[in-house]
């Protein structure tokens, strides 16, 4: 298998000793494309194509006891969030403080066309307009790529005074995924006014209204009653 | 009719655009792919449309759909001085050879009592264990049994240790990254997330799959 014949016709081991064979020799490449395909196995199988990639996430301090520098969220700008396991792929939210009644607590879908994105989308349309000023701008070449990562945080961009203030909560059944997935929506939209917390009691009384899931067998452990 | 010739040599055939095709595209596969490291456990991770590269000098926890936590910290030399400390600390022996061997391992989710039996065994050893095990210990009752809370300990005060100590390195300060699978249940993650605060850890890394963003297709 390995040999090498020389002078092209099939009588290479017959040749005469020291009789120098004419024109280009011949090399047998079946071994080297057996290696070749052996490698290619390997690094197909050994190999990840796409790269896992890290998306940060920073969550607030746990407040001092003395500590009076917080910021208070206007009702009108909260947005609560709950998760409870994407029982029928819907997701429950309400607007400002926790109504008694369990009427409003509306459902959405996390439907990219209908759902959630479109909700974020007209809720903060002021900074997503600011922000896709500021990606075309930065495509055009007008400003660099550090203004183009610090410029976001300001108060011009996603830290506008009446931007709205999204507060995730998690209930007992929810996944990584669902929580994750929200999180995401909010990034697409431009959102970085958000918090990320446990379900308290109320909201998932109200929420059981709902649901009609009992909430005591739901609870995430060490919630505040 | 004359009778047809049959060559009685095997056609040889021209091998040679073969291999050139054969080893462009083992050029292609060494240069874009990364090495996948073996893991004890497989975690499908929830896409997101962040772009950014996972750090370098990292310590990962992982935590699977079962909510079972895993550990692992890249640098050898911290790993290994990580080990002594929690070997000391939880009163268990470990062989020169143990922990040469374990500096060079991955992720591992079994506790330190059983980390020796876990080292010496072989990969099919390994695999039942890690199909038994429940995790990296955490009590949330009594914080010092809780193991996850000084392999988090120990892996930073090391890390920051063995980067002060070689500043020629120039390492990156450890980032810290947590794995977990979509089908995780959010509150073992917020077990985790609640030991980062106690340790003061505010902000850290989630690795997840790339996902396309609909702004960047909107504005090109």
Redo the contacts between chains.
């Keep these: 298998m390995a040999e090498v014949n020389t002078g092209g016709g099939g009588g290479g081991k017959h040749q005469k000793k020291g009789r120098k064979s004419s024109g280009t020799p011949r090399v047998d490449m079946t071994p080297m494309v057996d290696l070749a395909f052996l490698l290619l196995t390997f690094f197909v199988l050994t190999s990840q194509l796409n790269k896992p990639k890290a998306s940060e996430l920073i969550v607030p301090k746990p407040l001092e006891k003395n500590d009076t520098n917080t910021t208070k969220i206007p009702d009108e700008l909260a947005v609560t969030i709950l998760l409870d396991g994407n029982k029928g792929k819907k997701i429950y939210y309400y607007e400002g403080k926790l109504p008694t009644e369990s009427g409003k607590i509306l459902d959405i879908t996390m439907d990219p066309k209908k759902g959630l994105r479109r909700y974020i989308l007209e809720r903060n349309r002021k900074v997503i307009a600011a922000m896709n000023d500021l990606r075309n701008q930065f495509q055009a070449g007008k400003i660099d790529s550090l203004a183009y990562d610090t410029l976001p945080r300001t108060k011009k961009y996603k830290n506008q005074d009446d931007a709205p203030f999204f507060i995730v909560k998690w209930g007992g059944d929810a996944t990584y995924g669902d929580v994750i997935d929200v999180i995401d929506e909010l990034k697409i939209g431009d959102v970085s006014r958000y918090a990320l917390t446990k379900i308290s009691q109320p909201e998932y009384e109200v929420l059981s209204v709902r649901t009609g899931i009992k909430y005591k067998d739901m609870l995430p452990p060490g919630t505040n009653q | 009719m004359p009778k047809i010739k049959v060559p009685r040599?095997s056609p040889?055939l021209?091998?040679?655009p073969?291999?050139d095709l054969?080893?462009l595209?083992?050029t292609f596969?060494?240069l874009?792919?990364?090495?996948?490291t073996p893991e004890p456990v497989t975690v499908d991770?929830?896409?997101?449309?962040?772009?950014?590269?996972?750090?370098k000098n990292t310590m990962l926890i992982t935590?699977d759909t079962l909510g079972r936590v895993f550990y692992n910290i890249e640098n050898p030399t911290v790993r290994r001085i990580a080990l002594e400390n929690m070997a000391k600390r939880f009163e268990v022996k470990f062989t020169e050879e143990q922990l040469v061997k374990f500096s060079n391992m991955q992720s591992f989710g079994v506790s330190v009592k059983e980390l020796p039996a876990y080292i010496d065994g072989d990969a099919s050893k390994r695999k039942v264990m890690d199909a038994a095990t429940k995790g990296i210990p955490i009590d949330?009752a009594d914080q010092d049994k809780s193991e996850l809370r000084f392999w988090i300990y120990n892996g930073r005060l090391e890390a920051k240790r063995f980067s002060d100590e070689n500043p020629k390195l120039q390492l990156k300060p450890l980032r810290i990254?947590i794995?977990?699978?979509?089908?995780?249940?959010?509150?073992k993650?917020?077990f985790v997330?609640d030991e980062?605060?106690r340790q003061?850890i505010?902000?850290?890394?989630?690795?997840?799959?790339?996902?396309a963003?609909?702004?960047?297709k909107?504005?090109k």
């Design positions: 040599s040889s021209d091998m040679t073969m291999v054969a080893f595209l083992v596969f060494m874009t792919a990364t090495m996948r991770t929830p896409s997101s449309i962040d772009a950014k590269e996972v750090p935590i949330t990254a794995k977990a699978d979509n089908k995780s249940a959010y509150k993650i917020d997330l980062f605060k003061e505010f902000n850290f890394n989630l690795i997840t799959n790339l996902e963003n609909p702004n960047e909107k504005s």
